[in-house]
């Protein structure tokens, strides 16, 4: 039993003088730790839904996302979609003025701006429960 004892105790020392030796932690270290022990969002976030001829908000404002895909996954109908608002702070309502038309399979891609954080709407041309769906990839 006792030379069971010395093994483990040999086997512990020899562990600890393999450990690296321990640093006093710098000024930010507490600000790293937080950081990189935070949980992460999944990226990216997919929002399937289905549009009717009234224009809606497909995504909300979002100053944490980083790029916005924007595809009409429908295979027959056109999709409009538009920020949600112009650069007065007016609303605007997909399928009016400042709308680009989205044909069945098209998409759009905004990268890293100001334009991928904003709020989108969206709206069929024609037709109800047309497919569409908006990914969000987060920073």
Known sequence: MLAARERV??????VCHAMPPVVPLSSNAASFIEQT???RISSPLAWPMALG???VQVVAANP?????LLTNTSTIDNVYICPAIDGN?????AGGAGSLLLTPGQWIFLGS???SSAAWNAAA???????FAAWEFLG
């Not at 702070?89 to 309502?93: D, E, H, K, S, V």
């Open 9 to 14: 105790y040999d086997h512990l020392l020899a």
């Open 37 to 39: 022990t935070k949980p």
């Open 53 to 55: 001829t009234s224009s």
């Open 64 to 68: 944490a996302r980083t790029a916005l």
């Open 89 to 93: 702070g007016n609303p605007l309502a």
């Open 113 to 115: 701006d100001s334009r």
């Open 125 to 131: 041309a024609s037709g109800s429960n047309v497919p």
